[in-house]
């Protein structure tokens, strides 16, 4: 167990940890995460939709594995919206980013890394799987859903012209067309996305860390901590109840499936929130609670 936590959480996290300390220096400042948070979601996330979209085997993905934690997701994503907007009154853009949070977990800037570098790269498929399939449906639904959030009012034709010119979206569905067709990228270019790809989860834990080295409002104290618990601890028994219980999956599907409930809530809901200008404390600290927490529950879970 202290060889997941040394050699494949800590250094993930640690790049997060770096951007809280040059956040506190002074070398970076709110305005400058803002611009690595721009970056990513406009170049270095569409990249990166694309190569995991375009290159993933789906014919060798367990889908009962899948539909399982897509059971997870939605379940989860209920309670985070009505503990945000019932409980503690927030917006519905902020109810449903911080559901959100909870039900698209830090998997592909966070337990992917951590897997490919404990396990490799073929051990870590079921990881790619619950990712392709978040690619698809969580986060492309989301960013449909804050497209629409944001233009209340407009008409159909401005919501549907801002949704068809999301950078992501347009990359993830190029990305599954090429896939689905089996059409090969050109070396060049996929050496072009594969770089830009690369970019994202580091820079974007970079930039959180700044954020969060920022001063924080003590209003709200307890609603990333009810978000971080569920995600910490509910997430986890709902999956497990599901993949042993239920579908009696092997361990080799299982745990690293496990590794992604396990893991603290999703760094794209802070990336979308800076985005489309929604309040960003609670989900900021909730990501950080809950990654500090998954430094025993990632590695419990890698430990299975």
């Given at each position: ?17 770096l951007g809280?300390v ?5 070398t ?25 979209l375009?290159n ?6 367990n ?18 919206f ?8 927030t917006?519905v ?7 959100l ?9 966070f ?6 570098t ?10 790619v ?24 009012g ?12 999301n ?35 580091p820079v ?9 080295s920022?001063k ?12 971080a618990?569920?995600?910490?601890v ?12 239920v ?14 409930a ?5 760094a ?7 985005n489309y ?7 900021a ?12 529950t ?7």
């Open positions: 167990m202290l060889d997941q936590l040394l050699n494949g959480v800590l250094p993930v996290f640690g790049i997060g940890a809280y040059f956040g506190l220096r002074g970076f400042d709110f305005n400058m995460a803002m611009a690595l948070n721009k970056f990513v979601m406009f170049v270095a996330m569409p990249a990166l939709g694309f190569q995991l375009a993933a085997p789906l014919a060798e993905f889908f009962a594995m899948l539909g399982g934690y897509f059971v997870t997701e939605v379940v989860m994503y209920a309670v985070g009505l503990i945000a907007r019932r409980v503690f009154k917006d853009m902020e109810a449903a980013l911080l559901g949070a909870i039900a698209l977990t830090n998997h592909i800037l337990v992917l890394p951590i897997a490919v404990l396990f490799g790269e073929t051990a870590a498929m079921p990881i799987a619950i990712i392709s399939m978040d690619g698809i449906l969580i986060f492309s639904g989301s960013l449909i859903l804050m497209d629409v959030l944001s233009t209340k407009a008409s159909l034709g401005h919501t549907l012209g801002k949704i068809t010119r950078p992501p979206l347009v990359a993830m569905v190029l990305g599954l067309v090429i896939g689905l067709l089996g059409v090969s990228v050109p070396t060049g270019f996929d050496i072009f996305a594969d770089f830009l790809g690369a970019t994202a989860s974007l834990l970079f930039a959180l860390g700044v954020i969060l920022q924080a409002s003590g209003a709200r104290a307890m609603l990333p901590v009810a978000i618990g569920v995600k910490l509910v997430h986890p028994l709902l999956a497990w109840a599901i993949f042993a219980g579908l009696q999956l092997t361990p080799e599907v299982r745990n690293p499936a496990m590794m992604v396990a893991a603290p809530c999703g794209m809901c802070f990336m979308l929130a800076l200008g929604v309040r960003v404390d609670a989900i600290r909730a990501i950080l609670y809950s990654s500090i927490g998954s430094l025993i990632i590695t419990v879970a890698a430990s299975l």
